[in-house]
């Protein structure tokens, strides 16, 4: 079930995300982006839709989708 979308194409790899997400379900992608960024990437089965990424990105990288998703 996927509760966060990620608009990776957005994602510039500057890890704040990483580091607020308070279940460490945050990591960086292997594939590079078109940007030439390795996007962030969300773990769904660590994920608890806190909001927290979507509230600290500067790059609007998140969507909240919540658990009815
Ligand atoms: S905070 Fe946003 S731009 Fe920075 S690594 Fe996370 S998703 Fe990418
Ligand atoms: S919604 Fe919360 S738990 Fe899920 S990836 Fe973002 S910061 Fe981490």
Known sequence: MQKVNVRQERCKQCGICIVNCPKEAISF???INLNGYRPAV???EKCISCGNCYTIC???VFEILGEEN
Do not use: I
Request: glycine letters at 0%; proline letters at 11%; hydrophobic letters at 35%.
């Open 42 to 44: 969300v773990d769904n």
């Open 29 to 31: 992608a292997e594939e």
């Open 58 to 60: 500067p790059d609007w």
